[in-house]
């Protein structure tokens, strides 16, 4: 299982009912083209942004049932005919898009507020669409997906460092680096890579305790969901832990290389997914 951004769609899992594929397919490529329209190709971020600006356009113009007739038909008329017939709430979409506009200026933040922050809103919306295509709306269940999420954007970025780092990206905060004696955000850009350290390996590490806790938090939901949506999530949750776990035996070296799980690993996660406690 692969912890991509917007990959722990279960668009083609055979454990999504039918029922739930046209609505989670068109939420995922709706999600799925405005990220590409943030980070792919070589537009300006002036570009992107307008881009994305007549994008959410498209998408409220989409949600008033009005035919879309601008740019990317394809992903507005099956979002739109969703929209319709579940419901989808206009206000999760568009969280979604100010966390794609937001990646247009390749922001860095100060401290675990402000990523925490983007991630209520480039990961969240997702887990809380998908429980609104499953009528769950209660409290606890929306908290707990909510660290779900979170935790599983985080895991990605931990996972990533050294991806980010050679396309001039970095989610390692601010104050995170500076309290492990790193370098500032914009120098790591810089010089696109960095070879591991002692200091590295330690900022890593608790940042994988603190996705771990995050994600243990919000496993309890799987508790509360039925049928294939409760293994599905379960399979979720074990793929996040097993990247965690992955990262842990490398000693924390993803300034150097990124682990992955594959298939090898699927059995193991089948039999945690079977064994989940309550608590």
């Not at 942004?49 to 879309?68: G, I, T």
């Not at 010089?191 to 994988?208: C, E, F, T, Y």
């Amino acid at each position: 299982m692969s912890i991509e951004h917007y990959e722990n769609f279960p668009v083609a899992s055979w454990l999504c009912p039918p029922a739930l594929r046209p609505p989670i397919t068109a939420i995922y490529h709706f999600a799925r083209t405005a990220d590409d329209i943030a980070d792919e190709g070589d537009a300006s971020a002036d570009q992107r942004l307008a881009d994305l600006r007549l994008y959410q356009q498209c998408l409220h113009a989409a949600d008033r049932d009005e035919l879309p007739t601008m740019r990317w038909p394809g992903v507005f008329a099956a979002l739109q005919a969703q929209i319709r017939q579940w419901q989808l709430p206009l206000p999760l979409l568009d969280a979604l898009l100010s966390a794609f506009m937001q990646d247009t200026a390749n922001p860095v933040h100060d401290d675990q507020a402000s990523l925490l922050d983007y991630c209520s809103r480039s990961a969240n919306p997702v887990g809380r669409l998908l429980l609104h295509l499953y009528g769950i709306n209660d409290a606890v269940a929306l908290r707990r997906s909510d660290a779900i999420c979170s935790a599983l954007q985080l895991i990605n970025f931990w996972q990533d460092i050294q991806v980010d780092l050679s396309r001039g990206r970095c989610y390692l905060t601010r104050q995170d680096l500076a309290a492990h004696g790193l370098p500032a955000p914009e120098e790591l850009m810089q010089a696109r890579q960095l070879q591991g350290s002692a200091a590295s390996r330690a900022l890593v590490k608790a940042l994988v305790e603190q996705a771990r806790a995050l994600m243990l938090e919000g496993a309890p939901l799987v508790h509360q969901l039925h049928g294939r949506v409760a293994w599905e999530l379960r399979l979720v949750v074990q793929g996040g832990l097993r990247i965690l776990e992955k990262i842990e035996h490398m000693n924390f070296s993803t300034f150097e290389r990124r682990p992955t799980v594959g298939a090898a690993d699927v059995p193991l996660m089948l039999w945690r997914a079977a064994r989940m406690p309550a608590r």
